[in-house]
């Protein structure tokens, strides 16, 4: 009979020492991450580091000086990590320092100016003496981890080699390759709890509010919260489609050319919301929380946008509207038309004060074993340029970078709400019935 309370089995390796790096914005259950995954290692006698503030300090070493304990880099020692899964914060800190940043092709490889930031990476890395790199963040760090092995495949056979595997962050959930990220239940409790909050406040005025919650690709967690929150809508941009659609010509400022986009249509966004409020009151609650993703910011039509400033790409800066305000001033014109009389709205934005809170249970398991997935991963299944997942019931498994990122745009492709699925229909169940 097996011993079901036997250590997992020691596996032959070659790592001395693996570097931990966490970048891009905080998550609840991210130290349940890195604790886990050190402590896997340490555990089989492999030394751990932990990158302090993302590749910040990775991506300016000249070779001129040795990166510094304490400073750089600490030491992720058994005391180090002591009672840290379910701590708050991020232990080894974060930063948007990117260093794949100019390379968007295949051929920027050759670019040496292009690749700069990434050899100084690199060789900030071969420095410490690190056999293996974990990276812990969004999108676009699971996008700088591929970049970091394509790099290395570019320098043959006979250099040095850093194998990298990659674990999913962000409180979006917006990910490709794995069903939940750690942080996001925890994120969506926390911003539900306030919504309950809300709704207190709301039916004490007998006024609405409208809250703006993060998400600018897709609306998974303005769904949740408003799920779990018991909000009377919830609108993201999965849902504008159909005759909440429109469209118009611009004019793109990065390449003078003009375009088609697709935009909200204003007025039967309008006309939806209003609907759901007059119902409610002939229910007898004349107040609410409606929710919408600020993401919608994007589909808003150009005359909203007058002086917003936009990237090299042409996006607007979503952090310069508030969208929840203009929306709630567009809510409460509309609701005064349609019925005649006046009701208060309240425009809030919620969301930042969800990425650093206590992480719940689920988060913290969800967590220890994508930790302990990267040390499977490289010293068990001896992968690289892998992201580890999970499925059912936390059953490991690892995705190819390849199956995540576009070989030729190296982007990732952002995971929406399917609108025809049990997750998107579940909102309009529990939301409040109109006749259309």
């Given at each position: 009979m097996d011993n079901t309370l036997a250590r997992p089995p020691k596996t032959d390796h070659s790592f001395n020492r693996v570097a931990i790096l966490f970048a891009g914005g905080p998550a609840p259950a991210a130290n349940a991450v890195i604790s886990t995954a050190a402590v896997s290692f340490l555990r089989n006698g492999v030394e751990v580091i932990g990158i302090k503030h993302g590749y910040s300090s990775l991506m300016e070493y000249d070779g001129s000086a040795e990166l510094v304990e304490g400073e750089d880099y600490v030491i992720l020692d058994h005391t180090f990590l002591t009672r840290s899964r379910?701590?708050?914060?991020?232990?080894?800190?974060?930063?948007?320092?990117?260093?794949?940043?100019?390379?968007?092709?295949?051929?920027?490889?050759?670019d040496n100016e292009r690749v700069a930031p990434m050899k100084r990476t690199y060789e900030a890395l071969c420095s410490l003496g690190v056999d293996a790199l974990i990276s812990l963040g969004g999108d676009d760090t699971l996008k700088t981890a591929n970049k970091f092995k394509l790099y290395q495949d570019h320098l043959g056979d006979d250099a040095r080699h850093i194998p990298v595997v990659h674990l999913p962050k962000t409180i979006?959930?917006?990910?490709?390759?794995?069903?939940?990220?750690?942080?996001?239940?925890?994120?969506?409790?926390?911003?539900?709890?306030?919504?309950?909050?809300?709704?207190?406040?709301?039916?004490?005025?007998?006024?609405?509010?409208?809250c703006e919650l993060m998400g600018r690709s897709a609306g998974w967690l303005a769904y949740g919260a408003a799920i779990a929150g018991e909000a009377s809508l919830v609108i993201s941009v999965e849902d504008i489609i159909g005759e909440y659609a429109t469209e118009e010509k611009w004019t793109n400022p990065a390449t003078g050319e003009t375009e088609t986009r697709t935009i909200m249509n204003m007025d039967k966004v309008m006309e939806r919301m209003v609907k759901t409020m007059l119902v409610r009151e002939q229910e007898g609650k004349p107040f609410g929380v409606i929710v919408v993703a600020e993401g919608l910011a994007e589909f808003l039509p150009m005359s909203y946008l007058e002086g917003i400033p936009r990237d090299d790409h042409g996006h607007i800066s979503i952090s310069q509207i508030n969208l929840c305000q203009m929306m709630g001033e567009l809510l409460s014109s509309a609701y005064e038309a349609a019925s005649g009389s006046t009701r208060k709205i309240n425009g809030l934005q919620?969301?930042?004060?969800?990425?650093?809170?206590?992480?719940?249970?689920?988060?913290?398991?969800?967590?220890?074993?994508?930790?302990?997935?990267?040390?499977?991963?490289?010293?068990?299944?001896?992968?690289?340029?892998?992201?580890?997942?999970?499925t059912g019931q936390l059953d490991l498994h690892y995705v190819p970078f390849e199956k995540l990122?576009?070989?030729?745009?190296?982007?990732?492709?952002?995971?929406?709400i399917d609108v025809k699925s049990d997750f998107h229909r579940l909102a309009r169940f529990l939301e409040t019935y109109i006749n259309e």
């Open positions: 379910a701590k708050q914060g991020i232990m080894i800190g974060t930063a948007r320092a990117n260093p794949g940043k100019s390379i968007s092709h295949p051929s920027h490889y050759e979006d959930n917006d990910y490709m390759g794995i069903d939940f990220t750690f942080g996001f239940f925890t994120a969506v409790e926390t911003l539900a709890s306030e919504i309950r909050n809300l709704l207190y406040d709301a039916e004490a005025g007998r006024a609405y509010f409208l919620l969301g930042y004060e969800s990425r650093c809170a206590r992480p719940h249970a689920y988060d913290v398991m969800l967590g220890s074993q994508l930790g302990v997935g990267a040390y499977r991963a490289l010293v068990e299944e001896n992968l690289n340029g892998v992201m580890v997942s999970v990122v576009d070989p030729e745009t190296l982007v990732t492709v952002v995971r929406f």
